[in-house]
């Protein structure tokens, strides 16, 4: 089984940028669609950006703009880089595939992003 771990969650102020990563452990395939979510205390896990197989992607309407995903399949990673952070995007942010979902894969441990003053 692919496991994906998270990094590059932190605390930031208002205004400032974060590049979270998710590693592989083992291949991922191309054709795999792959996605960030977030999930805040007391709120369902959303997501946040997803990138398809041909590459195309698609953002939450909240963070269009200011959130890029991008995908790596030869070293088996998956980023989102996040500019101009918001309090409201505060949240773990977990990466995932369809596909795993599909096959009742686990999340990850997810890594923390806090954003205040």
């Known amino acids: 089984q692919v496991q994906l771990v998270e990094s590059g969650g932190g605390w930031v102020q208002p205004g400032g940028s974060l590049r979270l990563s998710c590693a592989a452990s083992?291949?991922?395939?191309?054709?795999?669609?792959l996605a960030w979510y977030r999930q805040a205390p007391g709120d369902q896990r959303e997501v946040v950006a997803g990138?398809?197989?041909?590459?195309?992607?698609k953002y939450k309407d909240s963070v269009q703009g200011r959130f890029t995903i991008s995908r790596d399949d030869a070293s088996g990673t998956l980023s989102l880089q996040m500019n101009n952070l918001k309090p409201e995007d505060t949240a773990a942010y977990y990466c995932?595939?369809?596909?795993?979902?599909?096959?009742?894969?686990?999340w990850g441990q997810g890594t923390q992003v806090t954003v205040s003053s």
């Open positions: 995932n595939a369809v596909e795993l979902i599909m096959r009742g894969g686990d």
């Open positions: 083992g291949r991922i395939p191309s054709t795999w669609t």
């Open positions: 990138i398809n197989s041909d590459g195309r992607t």
